[in-house]
Every structure is written in C-alpha cells, then in structure tokens.
C-alpha cells in the first residue's frame, strides 16, 4: 500500500506545477503575439501536459521506489529541480510577459531534464525512458519560445 501511495504523492507533486498557470492571467497577451506558423493550437498543449506530467511522476515514483531519497538523493534533487523550473517558466512567459527571460529559463530547464534523465537511467531505464518525450517536448517548445521572443 506505501507504493501505490507514493505514486499517489509523485502525481499531486508533479501537478502541483501546473498551478502556477491558475495564477496568470495573460489579458489577451499571448493570442496577440505573432506566432510561427507551426504553433501548435492552444488545444494540444493541455493534453500533452497531462501525459508528460503523468509519465514523469511515474518515473520519479519508480526511482524512488529504488531507496527512497536515502538512495535516491541525488537523482530526485535533479528530478525536483527541474520540476521547479518547469513550475517557473509559466510566470516567466504568461506572467510577467518575459519571453527572453522565459527562454533563458527554458534552456536552464532543458538541461536539468537531460541531467535527470541520466540519473534515472542507471537506476531504473523505464523511469529514463519515461522522461525522454518531456525532453522532447521542452526542446520543442524552447524552439517556438524562442522564435515567440524574436517575432515579437
């Protein structure tokens, strides 16, 4: 029962990044931005979050699984750092309306990502496996942020 609740705990951790985007109101901002035109619909993105954040709760909760954060420390802070970048890029972006800062961030990101993913391997490779589309996904939306902050 204390491994189902772990995953329990991992996926209200995760998801508990998304709140962030309670707290922003982007007045219309953003669908004002020039865009390029493969700019995904606002549509995708709510979906593809779910899934990512599913898989890299699930990911974290199997490392965690291999000894806890007794074991685990270094692989999970890695995981908990980018977790918390992630949570930052949306006030970034939405928020305070920082396209270049958001994209610095996003970089910083990316990197803490791919750190975590080569943590999580040796442990266990489903759980480095499971991070590599969240990887993925941030280097694709690093590329549109980026081009966001150029057009604009």
Request: net charge positive; hydrophobic share 65%.
């Amino acid at each position: 029962m204390g491994a189902w609740l772990g995953l329990v705990a991992w996926l209200a951790l995760v998801f508990a990044a998304s709140l962030t985007g309670v707290f922003v109101s982007t007045d219309g901002w953003y669908e004002e931005l020039n865009k390029p035109a493969w700019n995904p619909p606002n549509w995708i993105f709510g979906p593809v979050w779910t899934a990512l954040y599913i898989m890299m709760a699930v990911a974290a909760w199997r490392v965690w699984l291999s000894g806890g954060w007794k074991v685990q420390r270094k692989a999970l802070s890695l995981f908990m750092i980018q977790w918390a970048l992630n949570a930052l890029w949306t006030p970034l972006f939405f928020g305070l309306q920082l396209p270049g800062w958001a994209f610095a961030e996003i970089l910083v990101l990316f990197v803490f990502i791919l750190l975590t993913i080569r943590a999580f391997w040796p442990v266990d490779r489903i759980a480095g496996g499971l991070m590599i589309p969240y990887a993925g996904w941030v280097a694709f939306a690093s590329v549109l942020n980026f081009a966001i902050w150029r057009m604009n």
